[in-house]
């Protein structure tokens, strides 16, 4: 940290140099203040683990020009969803070339160097290899921090340091994250053949496409699985809530073994070769959990806010976005000269004008809902569509209306009518927070 040594003392040190303390850090620097982010990892990006994809008006936010130096892996041009039974699945598809593409497929470890890389362009100090123990306090302000080196002071510092941020949690601005609230995220990257995956995926050299999965081994467990496709690899993986594997004891990867086995997955990484395997925590309580964002002094910004949206499996531009909203309030700060309570404030006041926490409230209700509900929505009512269109597509000499009203009649008796109904408010509560109120 020789940069630093020189007077123990910068405007602002951003604690994690993912994609949200990379953000707030150049917004900073491109006001021409001093910001130093400290990184545990041995480079930006080598603890970082996601799905695959950023989106681009996000990025564009803090890197306009990115798509002319940034190290793309694909661009997705069609998203599948995909319910996968014991050996059945059904899949919904979008397909769109936009013109300008929604997201791009990257590698967490090659996007994230390069992101440093630009900020380092701006004037940040990048100081990696660095763990931030506590944060030091004084007269009730964060004024620095404290590393296994030496402590360092600031008029600011900004805490991106992952789903289970220490920090935050020492200075109360948030409790301990409950296993319901959090979900653990398997990944592997399958070396496969480009010419293998524009085949089996129907796409061109530089298209994407992206599968969220549904069912398969996670049939009545509150998971998700997914697949992305790079330019020479397919990342996929999963994510399951710490109680769902705390209740079952069983392992992430088995999961994940199961669905790779799957009659509708094995044969899109057939003769693959598994070259990474990652795991991540990911914050998952959504808006309910969100902690205090703000203090004297310090601000909280991506997954340390527990800032995913997990309908949509957005996580990383929800990160820039508060780290660019972060940056910025703090530019307003130190041109103040005042870094209390009260002007940090502002962070969360903005944010809650943006589309992150607009989101993320419009889909408050989600998360309860699903806990509740999760043997239904995640095994009964997939089997059933499953099963529908099996009996949709078959030829077996019964006219079709006897068909129709077999399967109509038999699942209302298996679901019975108190369930259905009760089923019915439990998808209206959830339209209704989402489009109404």
């Known amino acids: 940290m020789?940069?630093?040594?020189?007077?123990?003392?910068?405007?602002?040190?951003?604690?994690?140099?993912?994609?949200?303390?990379?953000?707030?850090?150049?917004?900073?620097a491109r006001a021409g203040f001093r910001a130093v982010v400290i990184e545990r990892g041995a480079f930006s990006g080598s603890k970082n683990v996601f799905g695959g994809a950023v989106y681009?008006?996000?990025?564009?936010?803090?890197?306009?020009?990115?798509?002319?130096?940034?190290?793309?892996?694909?661009?997705?041009?069609?998203?599948?969803?995909?319910?996968?039974?014991?050996?059945?699945?059904?899949?919904?598809?979008?397909?769109?070339?936009?013109?300008?593409?929604?997201?791009?497929?990257?590698?967490?470890?090659?996007?994230?160097?390069?992101?440093?890389?630009?900020?380092?362009?701006?004037?940040?100090?990048?100081?990696?290899?660095?763990?931030?123990?506590?944060?030091?306090?004084?007269?009730?302000?964060?004024?620095?921090?404290?590393?296994?080196?030496?402590?360092?002071?600031?008029?600011?510092?900004?805490?991106?340091?992952?789903?289970n941020s220490l920090l935050a949690k020492q200075i109360g601005l948030r409790e301990d994250i409950e296993p319901k609230d959090a979900a653990v995220s398997v990944k592997e990257v399958i070396k496969l053949d480009k010419a293998k995956i524009n085949d089996r995926f129907l796409i061109n050299d530089d298209e994407g496409c992206i599968y969220e999965l549904f069912g398969g081994s996670m049939l009545g467990k509150l998971g998700l699985g997914f697949i992305y496709t790079n330019k020479e690899s397919i990342s996929i993986g999963l994510g399951i809530t710490l109680d769902e594997l705390t209740k079952t004891g069983i392992k992430p990867y088995e999961l994940l073994d199961k669905i790779k086995q799957h009659p509708t997955i094995a044969p899109l990484i057939k003769d693959g070769e598994v070259i990474e395997y990652s795991a991540h925590l990911i914050p998952e309580g959504g808006y309910k959990k969100i902690p205090t964002l703000s203090g004297a002094g310090v601000m909280v910004a991506g997954d340390a806010a527990m800032l995913v949206n997990n309908m949509h499996w957005e996580g990383t531009n929800l990160a820039?976005?508060?780290?660019?909203?972060?940056?910025?309030?703090?530019?307003?700060?130190?041109?103040?000269?005042?870094?209390?309570?009260?002007?940090?404030?502002?962070?969360?006041?903005?944010?809650?004008?943006?589309?992150?926490?607009?989101?993320?409230?419009?889909?408050?209700?989600?998360?309860?809902?699903?806990?509740?509900?999760?043997?239904v929505f995640l095994d009964v009512y997939l089997r059933k569509i499953n099963a529908f269109f099996e009996m949709f597509t078959s030829v077996n000499g019964v006219p079709k209306r006897k068909l129709y009203r077999t399967f109509i009649i038999n699942f209302i008796k298996e679901r019975g009518i108190g369930g259905l109904c009760s089923d019915a408010w439990s998808i209206f509560r959830l339209i209704w927070s989402i489009i109404v109120k």
Do not use: C
């Open 56 to 163: 681009t008006q996000s990025v564009k936010e803090i890197f306009p020009d990115f798509e002319k130096t940034a190290p793309l892996e694909r661009k997705n041009i069609e998203h599948k969803f995909t319910i996968l039974g014991e050996n059945d699945s059904t899949i919904v598809s979008y397909r769109n070339k936009h013109e300008d593409p929604v997201s791009y497929t990257v590698m967490r470890g090659k996007f994230d160097r390069w992101m440093a890389d630009e900020a380092r362009k701006e004037g940040v100090i990048i100081v990696e290899e660095t763990v931030v123990r506590e944060l030091i306090v004084e007269n009730e302000k964060v004024i620095g921090v404290k590393t296994e080196l030496e402590d360092y002071y600031s008029d600011i510092v900004i805490l991106a340091d992952g789903a």
């Open 320 to 375: 820039m976005i508060s780290g660019k909203i972060a940056g910025e309030t703090a530019v307003i700060a130190l041109t103040k000269g005042d870094t209390g309570e009260e002007t940090l404030a502002r962070y969360q006041e903005h944010l809650e004008k943006s589309f992150v926490i607009k989101d993320l409230y419009a889909y408050r209700n989600l998360m309860d809902i699903m806990h509740d509900k999760k043997e």
């Open 2 to 28: 020789s940069e630093l040594q020189k007077d123990n003392k910068t405007d602002v040190i951003i604690v994690g140099a993912g994609p949200a303390g990379i953000s707030a850090a150049v917004m900073i």
